[in-house]
């Protein structure tokens, strides 16, 4: 799969193209694209997709934009396992932002990319304003894929559903709008190493998501291996700045520095919370570690 952080500027092959910022790669993420590489067999063309770096709400409301469920590089991931042949990163920025609906349909798809398929959500808007809809490329000749959204009892599925089902702590809910359960990938950096000192050593998995769509204590899966994690801000021992994610994996005793990882989260168990000292943290992370095997052993 290529990747490309910038519009060629002329693309000799025809594309079908998938447009959209894709956060969560939720069911309907994975219909679009599903459909995208059957249309693109159809035709025998190229599949490709264009998403957006970063998300536009996080460039005109960065103080009120919503959680992060993907990394670029977990969408990616996704994008090559499905059959994506070339992605096209789009850096959101005012010059982007700033482009017309005409412009970006006959400069940026037709001229550049040499896309004259497109595969977008139905409620889909584009150009300065969001003035271009799905209606624009019909009548700028472009051919225009549909297909019908994809629901989960009743509800279309969208990454307002995932995040919201995140923060209540409902994995269940989670993993029926993802099609699996809810994860987030990172490599293992060192830390204070304060979890050893516990008796509790833990991975320490460096996030892209600034603002991830969950934080507490969860039983996880980290490359398949049982254990416990919290996403929070250590309060107990004074705080942290940014949000961290520390992985107890249970039974492990090898070395996972350096290594990039992905954790699965399958059941809350509590918030974040302060304690009075260490050893009142050390009884708590013993009570999550048995409540998080529990769940693993009830689930077997």
């Known amino acids: ?5 910038h519009s060629p500027t002329t693309h000799p092959a025809p594309l079908a193209l998938a447009i959209g910022n894709f956060d969560g790669l939720h069911l309907g993420h994975q219909a679009l694209l599903a459909k995208l590489v059957e249309t693109a067999r159809q035709y025998q ?4 997709v264009m998403t957006f770096e970063p998300h536009p709400r996080e460039f005109f409301t960065p103080h009120n934009a919503p959680a992060r469920l993907s990394s670029m590089r ?22 982007f932002a700033a482009i017309t609906a005409e412009a970006f349909m006959q400069d940026v798809l037709r001229h550049d990319l040499n896309a004259n398929t497109i595969l977008v959500g139905g409620d889909f808007c584009f150009g300065a304003k969001r003035q271009g809809t799905t209606q624009s490329f019909i009548d700028n000749g472009f051919q225009l894929v549909d297909f019908p959204p994809v629901q989960v009892t009743g509800q279309r599925v969208s990454s307002t559903l995932v995040r919201e089902a995140l923060a209540a702590g409902d994995l269940i809910r989670a993993e029926a709008l993802l099609g699996r359960p809810y994860s987030i990938s990172g490599k293992v950096v060192h830390g204070a190493k304060l979890g050893r000192q516990l008796g509790y050593p833990t991975a320490n998995v460096h996030m892209r998501h600034e603002r991830p769509a969950l934080t507490g204590v969860y039983a996880v899966k980290l490359d398949g291996l049982n254990g416990v994690a919290n996403l929070g801000v250590r309060p107990t021992i004074g705080g942290v700045p940014k949000l961290m994610l520390e992985v107890y994996v249970f039974d492990f005793d090898g070395n996972l520095y350096d ?29 999550d570690a048995s409540a998080a095997k529990d769940y693993f052993k009830n689930r077997s």
């Open 259 to 287: 290594r990039h990882v992905h954790v699965q989260f399958f059941h809350k168990i509590r918030d974040e919370m302060k304690f009075e000292s260490l050893d009142a943290l050390k009884a708590q992370i013993a009570r």
């Open 1 to 5: 799969m290529q990747v490309f952080r």
């Open 74 to 95: 977990e969408k990616l991931e996704c994008f090559e396992e499905v059959g994506v042949e070339k992605v096209f990163v789009c850096r959101f920025n005012q010059a």
């Open 45 to 48: 063309i190229t599949p490709a």
